[in-house]
């Protein structure tokens, strides 16, 4: 099962590689690849609002490391990792920046940073609780269903990444609609269930065990198995949360490879359906009359052109001011300059050709740059890995719209043999989902 779920994912790279169409699908499953290598499981913790999610998480941890509240609260995906402390927030625009602990409710509460105005992807702890030390990645989300829909957003995206989820209900209100979808979503990209019952403390011994059959009976349905496995806590004093541990630190030890080849053998689905659509959105600009894709082409370059005069001038910029040698400050500054010029290609593209084009936000290696002096040479290798991307950048779309190009054209044995390649592409990528 093994062999065969990373044999999946290495075709499926490889075929995925043979297209310059695919590449987003393509860098996605060498992820998943890493991840089933390295065997690094994704435990989340996830649910409506105000359920005690991160509660929970803190009582699991045995630390109050995340805020917790009577009102919405959490409006960040909030990553943990065993290590020595440390917390870093990652911007959406790819920054990586260190914070001290006491600064993190800034960045992950929803009344201190509403609608997550400051841009926040992501915050990344470290802590050397025990819980944490077999290797996993303990992950809070903010809770589906409140009045803020970009919090549901950010749960709903974060449930993909997932391999296992802690599922949090609580006694106090029966299953509603809202966990029902947001359930049977999960369901698809996780590998992994463990239904916490919250707030056991507020209900009689008697009215929970009507709680819990209740619960089962409804999840079996949802779930379509069997049996489930509920662990009724009290995320707030405490009480039976060794067995939700306990159970989850074996699994981790003995089912991991498990767990992770039926999230990877999940996810990979979901990918080859994404590069499948990428596909037909291809077709439909080769479907333009060649008049108006000559034009659009033309826009194009000169967008690109552009592009590439930009980022010589932010460099020839830096070279003029020798007096500034602040390495950090200038990597930050490079950093938004370059993710900027991937989201407006992104758009230019999908405006023009009516087709998805994404860039990973790759980092220009910022937490490294914390470890390098100010030196001079540092911040002149800086400015060439930004000139090298920002070219890599315009080169790769450049290649791209060559190849619609030449699809394009009429009455070519290249052009009738990259269409068979393109439709053969596709019959093997469909071939590959259902060995999944
Ligand atoms: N009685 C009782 N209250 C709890 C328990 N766990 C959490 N709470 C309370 O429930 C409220 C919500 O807790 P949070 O941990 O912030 O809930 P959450 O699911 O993370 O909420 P969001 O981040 O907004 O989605 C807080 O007032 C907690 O004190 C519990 O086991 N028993
Ligand atoms: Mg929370």
């Known amino acids: 099962m093994n062999n065969s779920i990373i044999d999946i994912a290495k075709q499926t790279e490889e075929l995925l590689n043979t ?15 890493k991840k089933l290598e390295s065997q690094d499981i994704t435990v989340s913790v996830i649910g409506q609002f105000k359920r005690g999610k991160s509660t929970l998480v803190n009582a699991i941890l045995e630390e109050k490391l995340l805020p917790v509240g009577i009102v919405p609260v959490t409006s ?6 065993y ?11 790819g920054i990586i920046q260190p914070i001290d602990f006491e600064e993190l409710s800034e960045y992950i509460n929803e009344q201190e940073n509403p609608g997550n105005k400051r841009c926040v992807s992501s915050v990344m702890l470290h802590t050397p609780a025990s819980f944490l030390k077999k290797g996993l990645t303990f992950v809070d989300t903010p809770g589906v269903g409140s009045a803020h829909k970009h919090n549901s957003d950010a749960a709903y995206a974060f449930v993909k990444e997932s391999d296992a989820v802690i599922f949090m209900l609580s006694v106090d209100s029966p299953i509603n609609e809202i966990e029902i979808d947001f359930l049977r979503n999960a369901k698809e990209y996780a590998a992994k269930f463990y ?13 929970l065990s009507a709680y819990l059959e ?21 995320a707030k004093y405490g009480t039976g949360l060794e067995e939700l541990k ?13 767990i992770l080849e039926d999230s990877v053998a999940m996810k990979l689905k979901d990918i080859i359906g994404s590069a499948m659509s990428r596909l037909d959105l291809y077709w439909n600009a080769l479907k333009m009359p060649i008049g108006r894709l000559d034009s659009r082409f033309n826009q194009m370059k000169e967008c690109l052109a552009e592009l590439e005069k930009d980022s010589k001038e932010i460099i020839s910029q830096l070279d003029y001011d020798t007096t500034n040698t602040d390495y950090v400050g200038i990597s930050n500054m490079l950093q938004v300059e370059l993710n900027q010029m991937k989201q407006a290609l992104s ?8 087709m998805e084009y994404h860039y990973e936000l790759t980092e220009l290696n910022l937490t490294e740059s914390y470890k390098l002096d100010n030196s001079q ?9 930004f000139l090298t991307e920002t070219k890599q950048l315009c080169d790769e779309l450049e290649h791209t719209l060559n190849l619609i190009l030449m699809y394009r054209e009429k009455n070519t044995i290249t052009v009738a043999r990259r269409i068979e390649d393109l439709n053969k592409l596709n019959r093997q990528l469909r071939k590959l989902r259902t060995l999944l």
């Open 19 to 33: 297209s310059e169409i695919c590449r987003a699908e393509e860098i996605r499953v060498k992820t998943l690849r």
């Open 76 to 81: 960040v995906v909030t990553r943990i990792q």
């Open 83 to 93: 290590g020595e402390k440390s917390a870093a927030v990652h911007f959406d625009n």
């Open 195 to 207: 239904f916490a019952v919250n707030k056991i403390d507020n209900v009689e011994e008697e009215e």
């Open 214 to 234: 209740y619960c089962r009976r409804l999840l079996c349905s949802l779930m379509a198995v069997e049996n489930v496995m509920l662990f009724p806590v009290s």
């Open 246 to 258: 306990t159970k989850i630190q074996s699994d981790c030890k003995t089912l991991v490879k498990e």
């Open 347 to 354: 758009s230019s593209v999908a405006e023009l050709f009516g």
């Open 377 to 385: 040479d540092s911040i002149e290798n800086l400015k060439e890995k």
